[in-house]
């Protein structure tokens, strides 16, 4: 709303509520709506004047306990950090500075849910699906560990998921705000202070040690964990319960009802590879867990029809697939067929030897009969 318009009973609340609704930033974005409120900022609605373009802009928010120096550090490394990142999965960075006090970032405006809310209506997700949006989490995170980048709070409510060229999950990483630069020489938390949310939160994390990219790959066994089944695998009344569960208790094992076992094993293998306790002995190479998922995804389409099967003139629909009678995972998909021809080949080759046999015999038998006949013609 601009200054100076009268306010209608709602209008001022929302004004109350948001300050900054209204007010154009930086001479650039007009603010227009509160999207939503975390821990560390607001994010509003608000278009780029210069291009009439819709964007996000967030904006710092006090947090208790911490300085307002602390906080204007914290915030800018997000935006240094994530300004460096552009893999498509990635939450893109537009613009960031400081007006009047304010602190703020402009980012593109998603239009989606997150992974949360998908989680919530309807989890477990088919595993297909659950590879899919996990791949490209692992992609995303690729790119920040290549940059030297730790997310340190990647969970279900840093996941959107937005419908991009066909694509209904397209997946955006959100929300580097507690994101620690590897090889900086400051950290930016105190040394024993906890940080991230303890249901996703590595061990190593919840006892407040240095943290790296296995950190980020054991929240993601998390969230695949709460995808395939719809709960996630360690739970607690508090959050301290949380992270000594964390530390301490053992994964449940995976099941996927309704799911052949082979498929059930794959998966099994890779969240199993992801939550171990230990950093050393965990999966952190996210390049590779991404490729990971890429096969785990494409055994999950062919074992459940999920995809559809191009046939004679037309395409054929998913139920009416003819699956194949023992599943198969990327990679052995030529064995069943070098089997067959293997065997195959000794019947061939007897075969092909008998019948030339039979015709050398064809072939001696008409020269006899020929010269025979030649004899009696010339045979006064």
């Known amino acids: 709303m601009r200054r100076g318009a009268p306010k209608s009973p709602d209008g001022g609340a929302r004004a109350a509520a948001d300050p900054l609704l209204g007010r154009v930033v930086a001479g650039k974005y007009r603010v227009e709506a509160l999207i939503g409120v975390g821990g560390r900022g607001a994010v509003n609605r608000a278009t780029q004047l210069a291009v009439q373009r819709p964007v996000a802009l967030k904006v710092l928010r006090a947090v208790a306990g911490v300085s307002e120096q602390q906080l204007a550090d914290r915030f800018r490394r997000e ?108 950290s930016m938390t105190r040394t024993g202070m906890m940080i991230g949310t303890p249901k996703y939160m590595a061990p190593e994390q919840a006892m407040a040690k240095k943290v790296g990219p296995a950190a980020d790959l054991y929240a993601l066994g998390v969230i695949l964990f709460e995808m395939l089944t719809g709960e996630a695998p360690f739970s607690g009344d508090s959050h301290m319960a949380l992270a000594l569960a964390q530390i301490n208790q053992a994964p449940p094992p995976l099941e996927l009802r309704g799911q052949p076992a082979r498929l059930e094993s794959a998966w099994r293998e890779l969240v199993s590879a992801l939550l171990v306790k230990s950093p050393d002995k965990r999966a952190s190479d996210a390049e590779q867990v991404a490729a990971w998922l890429g096969r785990i995804e494409a055994e999950a389409r062919q074992t459940t029809g999920a995809g559809v099967a191009a046939g004679g003139t037309g395409a054929r629909r998913a139920s009416e697939v003819r699956l194949p009678t023992r599943p198969r995972l990327m990679g052995d998909d030529g064995a069943a067929a070098r089997t067959v021809q293997a065997r195959a080949s000794p019947a061939r080759a007897r075969g092909g030897e008998w019948g030339r046999g039979w015709v050398w015999v064809a072939a001696v038998v008409f020269m006899l009969l020929g010269g025979l006949v030649a004899v009696l013609l010339v045979k006064p």
């Open 79 to 186: 935006a240094m950090a994530t300004s460096q990142l552009h893999h498509p999965n990635t939450v893109q960075v537009i613009d960031f500075g400081e007006d009047d006090g304010v602190l703020y970032m402009v980012l593109e405006l998603l239009e989606g849910a997150p992974l949360s809310r998908v989680i919530q209506r309807e989890a477990p997700l088919p595993p297909e699906r659950a590879a899919a949006i996990g791949k490209q989490i692992a992609k995303a995170l690729a790119e920040a560990h290549a940059h030297g980048i730790v997310h340190r709070d990647l969970k279900p409510d840093n996941v959107f998921i937005c419908a991009w060229r066909g694509d209904p999950d397209f997946v955006k990483v959100m929300d580097f705000g507690i994101a620690r630069i590897m090889t900086a020489d400051v």
